[in-house]
């Protein structure tokens, strides 16, 4: 099974990924933008960045809790650290975008029931780029960051020449042949 958001592209939730705000309603992460404020376990905090990835790819691998839908590889808290995959089954699925999100702190936010980090939480979950501030001057270059909503086209990622590890995430060309 490929995993294009987690070792191609990047990592994140389905669009209509129900989040926990500060005011314990829920709405879809799609719908949220910078301002917002969510519900994390340290109290109420504004979300900085809705981060959305594009994939040109149809088919994504994706888990499925609870009704919405994560990247296999998202960390995610019941309990423990862990991540969906450990929890359920991947299943290819039509996910042209998945957005992720930037808060100001706390870097936890609920979905659905389940605890999930968001980008640049700085906590040590075996996650070398998305959990550090490296994702952070990523998405400054690209198109939305001073509006709150960077977006990747076709997001990539860039891979450490030695450890193969996650090291960047970039904007892929497509190059179409014509027939």
Known sequence: MTHPFNNQFGRGFGPTSPVLLADGTRKAISSLRRGDMVFTPTGPVAIKAVIVCESHQVAQSMCWIN??????????????????????????????????????????????????????????????????????????????????????????????????????????VVVKEWL
């Open 67 to 172: 009704g919405f839908a994560v990247t296999p590889h998202h960390p995610c808290r019941i309990g423990q650290w862990g991540k969906p995959a450990h929890l359920v089954e991947e299943k290819e699925s039509y996910m042209p975008k998945v957005y992720n999100l930037l808060l100001e702190s706390g870097h936890i936010i609920d979905v659905g029931g389940t605890e999930f980090a968001t980008l640049a939480h700085g906590f040590d979950l075996r996650d070398p780029y998305f959990g550090t501030q490296r994702v952070i001057k990523d998405l400054k270059k690209q198109p939305g960051w001073e509006e709150g909503m960077p977006v990747f086209q076709n997001v990539k990622v860039v891979r450490h020449p030695v450890t193969g590890e996650i090291d960047g995430w970039i904007e892929s």
